[in-house]
C-alpha cells in the first residue's frame, strides 16, 4: 500500500513539473539544437537563387573626381575645329579599352557636329545610331550608343576610339601625308556602358 501511495505520488510530481532546458555553455560551444538563424525573406542566399537566372552584376564604385591635370585640355582661345582639339592626355597603362564605334556618314555630318556645338556628346536611341552610320550599326549587349565629337585632318586612314571609366572616351584621328591640313570637325557613334565623364578628340599626322 505505502509502495502505490509513493509510486503515484512520484508521478504526479513528474507530471507537474515544467520541462527544463540544457544550460547555455557560456562558451558558446554547445548551443541549442532549435537555435537556428533563418534568413529574412528579403535577403536571399545565393544557395535559394531562382534556377534559370544569374546573379547581379555587382556595380562598380564611382571612380574619383578628375584633378585638374586628368581634364583634357583645349587650345586657348580656338576657334572653330580648334576648339574641339585636344591635348594628348597620358593615360596610366591598362586603363584604356577599344570600344565600338562608327563614324558618321556624309549626309548626316552636318546635322551631327551642329548638334554636337554646346556639348560634348548626345545619347541615341539604337534606331537613330543607325541612320547615323548605317543599317547594319549595332551596339553590343548592355551598351548605350552615343554622338561624340571628333575632329580629323583629312578622311584617309582613320580613326580610334578608347574609354576609360576614370578618364572618359578617348577619340583619336591619323591621316597620312607630308603636309598637315586643316582641322575639320567630325562625328562618331561610340557605343558604350555608361556615359562618359569627358570626351577628348585629338587628330594627327604621319608621314
Known sequence: MRLTACLG??????????ARRPLADPHGS???????????????????AIPGEEPATPVPPEPPPLSEAE????????KGADAW??????????????????????RELDSSVKQLSD??????????????????????DGEQ?????????STNWGFSANYSRRYGLF??????????????????????????RQVCPTASVVE
Do not use: I, M, W
Open 119 to 140: 556639348v560634348e556628346y548626345v545619347q541615341l536611341e539604337a534606331e537613330r545610331a543607325r541612320e547615323l552610320v548605317d543599317a547594319e550599326f549595332k551596339c553590343p
Open 30 to 48: 554547445h548551443a541549442p539544437a532549435e537555435q537556428v538563424t533563418a534568413l529574412a525573406p528579403s535577403e536571399p542566399s545565393d544557395a535559394t
Open 9 to 18: 505520488f512520484c508521478l504526479a510530481v513528474a507530471c507537474s513539473e515544467p
Open 171 to 196: 577619340v583619336r584621328h591619323r591621316a597620312l601625308g607630308r603636309r598637315t591640313p586643316p582641322l575639320r570637325k567630325r562625328a562618331l557613334v561610340a557605343c558604350l556602358a555608361e556615359a562618359p
Open 145 to 153: 550608343a552615343y554622338l561624340v565629337r571628333a575632329v580629323a585632318h
Open 71 to 78: 581634364h583634357c585640355q583645349h587650345p586657348p582661345k580656338a
Open 85 to 106: 582639339d585636344t591635348e594628348y592626355l597620358r593615360v596610366p597603362e591598362g586603363e584604356l579599352s577599344p570600344v565600338t564605334f562608327g563614324t558618321v556618314n556624309d
